[in-house]
Every structure is written in structure tokens, then in C-alpha cells.
């Protein structure tokens, strides 16, 4: 058990083969220590899967072994119960589990840390109710226990979790109790106690306040009297995050410039180095000191580089990106966030190949999982037949009683039965739903490079055209596009107005490059809250692009392109219609290599929304029509109806 526990991270798989043995012989021995141990790490490997809720459920099996009447002596047909009681207060000190006859040694994991356990997982499953409910019982224990850094440690964490929940008066009761302590060995914990009074005092719009409870924070953080390890300067970042919300950018600065002078001198997280030296990067830019913010950017790329840290070398870049565009050099800023995005896409597309390992790795691990508990409903019932046997021998019981206790028997295999045909099922339907996020990640990361594409074909227009102001003017707002597009794109759902400035960005860059093509209007109806209505990204864009470049575009005089927004009950629905030469006419029109070419983006646009629909039970529609079929420019309509679905942060 030991082995597979500090095995686990490294491989599931071999880790859960150690534990099915441990597990045999835990219920062999009826020896409930172990039997509990096996399902904390159990746990532990559900939850390093994702596989929260599996994780919940063995940890209560771990707390449930631990009050279990179990069988300690046997002589001569005559048995003894004994009951082994949750609140052991001595920890696992000797976790040998050493057999005499059938009594244990103490646990690894006794029931105080198996409910601080069950409480964090649940909160990563997202109940977080129950979690408060957890976590508040294990917040007497501690008390109980007179562990003072766990108790002020688990109201922080009460008080995270009602702040996640928006509720900043709740979350203020839990953090001014861990402040109300004192003394040098507490000080980490009442350090995160202050600066979340600050936060929920940000949250309620009190900023003066805030600075007020970030300034104890950092007094209360100089009480800590050593800085050779990463704590001080964690808890320096969190205060510094706290300042930043409120705009004090000069206490910010400080604390920063400390982060990053004290992690150099130590040299030993190359990664927290990095972060800090970015995040102050960021402080300088905003405060216009772009020389100091050049230089730590440059020092953080370096650093990525030499560590071979992608994500963190895409970060510098995007910082360097942002200097460039401050000091005006449009062509630098450019080429700094195009090796942002394509060091992004190489990140994303390493992350798309874990996950899909990790989905195979977890349905491996499931079906160990699946025989964990075969075994263990195999041994239970092997042990009630003994027992059932023993006790008929003993008492000579009736022939009527024997067929009853078979019938009883039955049904109970009858039930273990549909339960594994029940929880086989629900294993399957979270695997189906996590291919399907799979794919409909992979679609979303299809539409930048085809978007990026047909930008950077407008840019070359104006290049070719040698109209050099009007390609500069164009890099831009391109610019300035492309950085609103990659960043939205990485969530999977938008409101309604980050998706409509979006959208007339780019109208508005097409436009510039056809002005004596069309002209164009977006028309949204007053009585729709633009905050409240959720849409997937450039869900709207292809369309729109289809309507100039293969409608608008081929006119002799000036077409029109019309967008408009409107809300029809619980539906959305967005109109983009052009007077353009029309769908047929169109396929007429286009080059023998224009032919050749799929519309990637309205394909790619078709598949999400199928996949949307299956995943969230919604109604996601589109409508395409001719406008004038009685014309010779027939004109498109697209019609495009969208559920509401509000809140999908």
C-alpha cells in the first residue's frame, strides 16, 4: 500500500495492482486499517485522474470501514465484536499493519485527515455545499485537537469557497476569525486570512478598505522571520494580486520587485521566477515604464527558453507583444504575438495529446477500479457464505431456513449486478461526454488558423497593391483583433457583447479592404442585455466572411450587409443578410482553385454546433435562404437561432 501510494502520480495503473492486493488481503484479515488506507489512496488516484466524484465516494468507504463491527477473536464458535471508532486521536505513527491473530495497528491516514480529504474533493467535484458542510466538521476536529494552524487553514478555505460563490459577507466571517490569531508560527495562514478580507472587501466595491487589510497582510507577512523557502514570497504574491485589484500599482511593484530579487538569489524555482518576473513586467507597462518592463521580459524569455518552458516563453512573449505595441512598433508587436500564438498552439496541441492519453489511461484505470470492487464484493460474499455455512452447522437450522437464506443470497448477487451493469453505464457516459469535449476543444482550435488566414490574405492585398499606410493602419487593428479572437477562443463560451465587438472588428477590417464593395450595419435590439446572453466564440464570423467574400465582393455597385440581434422569448436569434450576387451565382463566379477549397469555417462552424447540442441538451439552429429569389442578385440570408444558456463562466 505504501508503494502505491507514493506511486500513484508517476502510474495509476501499477498503483492500483499494488492496491488490489493490499485491498485482498485487508478484507482477508479483516484488518480495517489498511482496508481504510487503500481507499484514501484510491482516492488519491481518482482525484490525480479528475475522477472527483469516484474519489468522494471512496473516501466515504474509507471513513465507513473505520466503524464497521468487525470479528477480533474466534474460539470455540464463539465470536466478539469489537468496533473500531472514528475518533482515533493518534496518527498513524506505525503504519506497518502488523497481524496478530485479527487486531491491527494503527492507520496512515486517520479519519481527521481522511475528512479534510473528502471536504477538498469535494470541492474540486464543484459541490460545494457539501464541501462547506465537510469542511466545517473538520474544523472541529481540529479545534477539538487544539491544531490551531489547521483550524485558521480550513476557515480559509471556507472562506475561498464562499467567495467563489460570490457571497463576500460569509466568506469576511470565516477570514476575520484566522486573523484574529496571532504568533510567528501562524503567521502564513493569518497572512491568507487578511488578504481575504481584502478580496471579499473588493468584491463588496470597498477599495480604501481593501488596501487597508492588504497593508496588515503584508505588515503581518514581515513578521515572518525566514525566507529560504517559497512560502513568504507566495503569500508576497497574493498580496500583490490584491493590491493590483485595487490599482495601487506602486505597492504592487515593491512587493514584486522583492519576489523577483528574492527568487534569483535563491535559484531554485526557475518557473515562480519567471511568473513574477512577467507579472511585474505587466505593473511597469501600466505604470509607462517601459524600459524596466523590457528588460524583465526579455530576462523572462531567456529563462524560458533555457528551461525549455513553453507556456511560460508564450507569457514573455505576449508581454513583449504589449511593450512593443506601448513604444509604438507595430511590426515588432506583431511578430512578438505571432510567436506568442504559434508557442500557444504548439502548448495547446501537447495538452490536446495528454488529454487524450489521460482518456485512455483513465479508461484502463476504470476498469481497474471496476475489479477493485468485484474483489471486494466477491470477499464479502464469500465471507457471509462461511459464515451463513458456519451457522447452520452450529445450529442444525431447518431446511426452510436454508432456501430462505439462499433466496436473500440470490437477490443480493442479483443486486451487485445491476449495480456493475448501472455504474458501467455512467462510466461510459462520462467517457462519451469527455471525447466530445475533446472534439469540440479541437474544433474551437481549427477556427484560428483558418481565421488567421483569410486576415493575413487582406493584409497581403493592400501590400500588393503597394498602399503602404493603409497596410499599417490595417496591421493595427489586425493586431488588436487577432490579440480579443486567440484570447476569447480558449473559453467556451462568450456574452453576447465580447462576441458583437468581435465581430464588428473584423466587419469593420473587411470593410476597409472592400469600402467601394458594400457598406454594413449592426443593428441590436435595446431590450437585449448583452452581459446575460452566453454564445459560442466566432460562432457569427464565418458567416458574415461568406457574405462579403462570396456575395458582396462580386457586385458592381455597392451591396449592403446588414447584421441584426433580436430576442424572440427564450431564443436569440441574429439575422446576417447581404444583397450580394447570391449562393448560385456565386459557385459560377469562383476560380477553378477557389472550387477546390471546402468552407473550412462554416464546416467547422456546422460540426460545434451538432456537438453542442449533444452536449448541453440545447437547440442551436441555422437557417440559410436566399433574400431576393425573384432577383437576378438573389442576395443571402442567414439565420441563426441561439438558446439561452446565461451564466457559462
Same mark, same amino acid.
Given at each position: 500500500?505504501?508503494?502505491?501510494? *507514493?506511486?500513484?502520480?508517476? /502510474?495509476?495503473?501499477?498503483?492500483?495492482?499494488?492496491?488490489?492486493?493490499?485491498?485482498?488481503?485487508?478484507?482477508?484479515?479483516?484488518?480495517?486499517?489498511?482496508?481504510?488506507?487503500?481507499?484514501?489512496?484510491?482516492?488519491?488516484?481518482?482525484?490525480?485522474?479528475?475522477?472527483?466524484?469516484?474519489?468522494?465516494?471512496?473516501?466515504?468507504?474509507?471513513?465507513?470501514?473505520?466503524?464497521?463491527?468487525?470479528?477480533?477473536?474466534?474460539?470455540?464458535?464463539?465470536?466478539?465484536?469489537?468496533?473500531?471508532?472514528?475518533?482515533?486521536?493518534?496518527?498513524?505513527?506505525?503504519?506497518?499493519?502488523?497481524?496478530?491473530?485479527?487486531?491491527?495497528?494503527?492507520? =496512515?491516514?486517520?479519519?481527521?485527515?481522511?475528512? =479534510?480529504?473528502?471536504?477538498?474533493?469535494?470541492?474540486?467535484?464543484?459541490?460545494?455545499?457539501?464541501?462547506?458542510?465537510?469542511?466545517?466538521?473538520?474544523?472541529?476536529?481540529?479545534?477539538?485537537?487544539?491544531?490551531?494552524?489547521?483550524?485558521?487553514?480550513?476557515?480559509?478555505?471556507?472562506?475561498?469557497?464562499?467567495?467563489?460563490?460570490?457571497?463576500?459577507?460569509?466568506?469576511?466571517?470565516?477570514?476575520?476569525?484566522?486573523?484574529?490569531?496571532?504568533?510567528?508560527?501562524?503567521?502564513?495562514?493569518?497572512?491568507?486570512?487578511?488578504?481575504?478580507?481584502?478580496?471579499?472587501?473588493?468584491?463588496?466595491?470597498?477599495?480604501?478598505?481593501?488596501?487597508?487589510?492588504?497593508?496588515?497582510?503584508?505588515?503581518?507577512?514581515?513578521?515572518?522571520?525566514?525566507?529560504?523557502?517559497?512560502?513568504?514570497?507566495?503569500?508576497?504574491?497574493?498580496?500583490?494580486?490584491?493590491?493590483?485589484?485595487?490599482?495601487?500599482?506602486?505597492?504592487?511593484?515593491?512587493?514584486?520587485?522583492?519576489?523577483?530579487?528574492?527568487?534569483?538569489?535563491?535559484?531554485? *524555482?526557475?518557473?515562480?521566477?519567471?511568473?513574477?518576473?512577467?507579472?511585474?513586467?505587466? *505593473?511597469?507597462?501600466?505604470?509607462?515604464?517601459?524600459?524596466?518592463?523590457?528588460?524583465?521580459?526579455?530576462?523572462?524569455?531567456?529563462?524560458?527558453?533555457?528551461?525549455?518552458?513553453?507556456?511560460?516563453?508564450?507569457?514573455?512573449?505576449?508581454?513583449?507583444?504589449?511593450?512593443?505595441?506601448?513604444?509604438?512598433?507595430?511590426?515588432?508587436?506583431?511578430?512578438?504575438?505571432?510567436?506568442?500564438?504559434?508557442?500557444?498552439?504548439?502548448?495547446?496541441?501537447?495538452?490536446?495529446?495528454?488529454?487524450?492519453?489521460?482518456?485512455?489511461?483513465? /479508461?484502463?484505470?476504470?476498469?481497474?477500479?471496476?475489479?477493485?470492487?468485484?474483489?471486494?464484493? !466477491?470477499?464479502?460474499?464469500?465471507?457471509?457464505?462461511?459464515?451463513?455455512?458456519?451457522?447452520?452447522?452450529?445450529?442444525?437450522?431447518?431446511?426452510?431456513?436454508?432456501?430462505?437464506?439462499?433466496?436473500?443470497?440470490?437477490?443480493?448477487?442479483?443486486?451487485?449486478?445491476?449495480?456493475?451493469?448501472?455504474?458501467?453505464?455512467?462510466? $461510459?457516459?462520462?467517457?462519451?461526454?469527455?471525447?466530445?469535449?475533446?472534439?469540440?476543444?479541437?474544433?474551437?482550435?481549427?477556427?484560428?488558423?483558418?481565421?488567421?488566414?483569410?486576415?493575413?490574405?487582406?493584409?497581403?492585398?493592400?501590400?500588393?497593391?503597394?498602399?503602404?499606410?493603409?497596410?499599417?493602419?490595417?496591421?493595427?487593428?489586425?493586431?488588436?483583433?487577432?490579440?480579443?479572437?486567440?484570447?476569447?477562443?480558449?473559453?467556451?463560451?462568450?456574452?453576447?457583447?465580447?462576441?458583437?465587438?468581435?465581430?464588428?472588428?473584423?466587419?469593420?477590417?473587411?470593410?476597409?479592404?472592400?469600402?467601394?464593395?458594400? $457598406?454594413?450595419?449592426?443593428?441590436?435590439?435595446?431590450?437585449?442585455?448583452?452581459?446575460?446572453?452566453?454564445?459560442?466564440?466566432?460562432?457569427?464570423?464565418?458567416?458574415?466572411?461568406?457574405?462579403?467574400?462570396?456575395?458582396?465582393?462580386?457586385?458592381?455597385?455597392?451591396?449592403?450587409?446588414?447584421?441584426?440581434?433580436?430576442? !424572440?422569448?427564450?431564443?436569440?436569434?441574429?439575422?446576417?443578410?447581404? /444583397?450580394?450576387?447570391?449562393?448560385?451565382?456565386?459557385?459560377?463566379?469562383?476560380?477553378?482553385?477557389? =472550387?477546390?477549397? =471546402?468552407?473550412?469555417?462554416?464546416?467547422?462552424?456546422?460540426?460545434?454546433?451538432?456537438?453542442?447540442?449533444?452536449?448541453?441538451?440545447?437547440?442551436?439552429?441555422?437557417?440559410?435562404?436566399?433574400?431576393?429569389?425573384?432577383?437576378?442578385?438573389?442576395?443571402?440570408?442567414?439565420?441563426?437561432?441561439?438558446?439561452?444558456?446565461?451564466?457559462?463562466?
Amino acid at each position: 500500500m505504501n508503494r502505491a501510494d *507514493s506511486l500513484f502520480v508517476y /502510474n495509476p495503473g501499477q498503483a492500483l495492482q499494488l492496491l488490489e492486493s493490499a485491498l485482498s488481503t485487508a478484507i482477508q484479515n479483516e484488518n480495517v486499517y489498511l482496508e481504510s488506507d487503500c481507499y484514501v489512496v484510491i482516492a488519491k488516484v481518482n482525484n490525480h485522474l479528475g475522477q472527483h466524484d469516484i474519489a468522494v465516494r471512496n473516501l466515504r468507504r474509507a471513513q465507513s470501514v473505520r466503524i464497521r463491527p468487525v470479528q477480533v477473536s474466534r474460539s470455540n464458535s464463539v465470536e466478539t465484536e469489537s468496533t473500531v471508532s472514528m475518533d482515533e486521536d493518534a496518527e498513524g505513527v506505525s503504519y506497518d499493519y502488523t497481524i496478530s491473530g485479527n487486531t491491527t495497528s494503527s492507520a =496512515k491516514y486517520s479519519s481527521y485527515r481522511i475528512q =479534510k480529504m473528502l471536504g477538498t474533493s469535494l470541492r474540486r467535484q464543484g459541490l460545494l455545499a457539501e464541501a462547506i458542510t465537510e469542511l466545517e466538521l473538520y474544523s472541529q476536529l481540529a479545534s477539538a485537537r487544539s491544531d490551531t494552524l489547521e483550524l485558521i487553514s480550513t476557515w480559509n478555505l471556507i472562506g475561498d469557497i464562499y467567495l467563489n460563490l460570490n457571497q463576500p459577507n460569509q466568506a469576511q466571517t470565516y477570514y476575520e476569525r484566522g486573523a484574529s490569531y496571532t504568533g510567528t508560527e501562524l503567521m502564513s495562514e493569518v497572512v491568507k486570512s487578511n488578504v481575504g478580507i481584502g478580496n471579499a472587501e473588493v468584491r463588496r466595491g470597498n477599495y480604501d478598505r481593501a488596501v487597508s487589510q492588504y497593508v496588515i497582510a503584508e505588515e503581518s507577512l514581515n513578521q515572518i522571520e525566514t525566507r529560504t523557502d517559497t512560502l513568504p514570497t507566495q503569500l508576497s504574491t497574493r498580496i500583490a494580486e490584491g493590491y493590483s485589484q485595487v490599482g495601487r500599482t506602486d505597492r504592487e511593484i515593491a512587493l514584486r520587485s522583492r519576489n523577483v530579487a528574492d527568487l534569483a538569489e535563491r535559484a531554485e *524555482s526557475p518557473s515562480r521566477l519567471i511568473d513574477e518576473e512577467v507579472s511585474l513586467a505587466n *505593473s511597469y507597462l501600466s505604470e509607462g515604464n517601459t524600459t524596466s518592463a523590457f528588460s524583465l521580459l526579455n530576462q523572462a524569455k531567456n529563462r524560458a527558453e533555457a528551461s525549455g518552458d513553453l507556456a511560460r516563453l508564450a507569457s514573455a512573449w505576449k508581454g513583449l507583444s504589449k511593450y512593443f505595441e506601448a513604444e509604438g512598433d507595430v511590426s515588432n508587436a506583431l511578430n512578438a504575438y505571432r510567436n506568442f500564438v504559434e508557442i500557444t498552439d504548439s502548448v495547446e496541441a501537447a495538452e490536446r495529446e495528454r488529454l487524450s492519453a489521460q482518456l485512455a489511461g483513465a /479508461n484502463t484505470v476504470n476498469q481497474q477500479l471496476l475489479r477493485l470492487e468485484s474483489l471486494e464484493s !466477491e470477499m464479502r460474499v464469500s465471507e457471509q457464505r462461511m459464515l451463513l455455512l458456519q451457522q447452520d452447522k452450529e445450529l442444525q437450522s431447518s431446511a426452510l431456513r436454508q432456501r430462505n437464506s439462499i433466496i436473500i443470497f440470490l437477490s443480493a448477487g442479483l443486486l451487485l449486478v445491476l449495480v456493475a451493469i448501472t455504474w458501467i453505464i455512467v462510466v $461510459s457516459r462520462k467517457r462519451n461526454r469527455a471525447n466530445q469535449m475533446l472534439a469540440l476543444k479541437s474544433l474551437r482550435a481549427q477556427m484560428n488558423p483558418h481565421f488567421i488566414f483569410n486576415a493575413l490574405n487582406s493584409i497581403n492585398g493592400f501590400i500588393s497593391r503597394k498602399q503602404e499606410k493603409e497596410a499599417n493602419k490595417y496591421l493595427a487593428e489586425f493586431s488588436k483583433l487577432m490579440r480579443s479572437v486567440l484570447e476569447d477562443s480558449q473559453e467556451e463560451f462568450l456574452s453576447l457583447r465580447d462576441e458583437l465587438e468581435n465581430l464588428e472588428r473584423y466587419t469593420k477590417l473587411e470593410h476597409s479592404r472592400f469600402d467601394d464593395k458594400f $457598406s454594413y450595419e449592426i443593428d441590436v435590439d435595446d431590450s437585449i442585455d448583452k452581459d446575460q446572453w452566453s454564445i459560442p466564440p466566432m460562432l457569427l464570423q464565418p458567416y458574415v466572411e461568406n457574405a462579403v467574400w462570396h456575395g458582396l465582393r462580386y457586385l458592381e455597385s455597392p451591396g449592403l450587409l446588414s447584421i441584426r440581434v433580436a430576442e !424572440e422569448g427564450s431564443i436569440l436569434t441574429v439575422t446576417i443578410e447581404d /444583397n450580394g450576387v447570391g449562393r448560385t451565382k456565386s459557385q459560377t463566379l469562383k476560380t477553378k482553385n477557389q =472550387k477546390k477549397n =471546402k468552407s473550412t469555417g462554416i464546416k467547422n462552424t456546422a460540426e460545434r454546433l451538432i456537438l453542442l447540442n449533444e452536449l448541453y441538451k440545447t437547440q442551436y439552429h441555422i437557417e440559410v435562404s436566399d433574400l431576393h429569389p425573384d432577383k437576378e442578385n438573389t442576395g443571402t440570408r442567414v439565420v441563426v437561432r441561439i438558446p439561452n444558456q446565461p451564466n457559462h463562466e
